[in-house]
C-alpha cells in the first residue's frame, strides 16, 4: 500500500475514479448541533460584552 492509498480502503477497491458517492458528497450533512451553535451565540455575544466594556474604558473621560 502506497502513501497516498492508507486512508482509501475503507471504501472499496481503492480505485479513485470520478465517482465520489462512495464518500457521501450526495447525502444531507446531518442534524444541527444547537448546543455548539448556541455556545458559538453566547461566546461572541460575552466577547462583544468584552470588547464594549474595553472600548468605554479607554474612551472615558
Do not use: F
Amino acid at each position: 500500500m502506497s502513501g497516498g492509498d492508507q486512508g482509501h480502503e475503507e471504501h472499496g477497491d481503492g480505485s479513485h475514479g470520478d465517482s465520489h458517492d462512495a464518500h457521501g458528497h450526495g447525502e444531507a450533512l446531518g442534524p444541527i448541533d444547537l448546543r455548539a451553535w448556541g455556545a458559538l451565540i453566547v461566546g461572541s455575544a460575552a466577547g462583544l460584552l468584552v470588547a464594549a466594556a474595553i472600548y468605554l474604558s479607554t474612551t472615558a473621560a
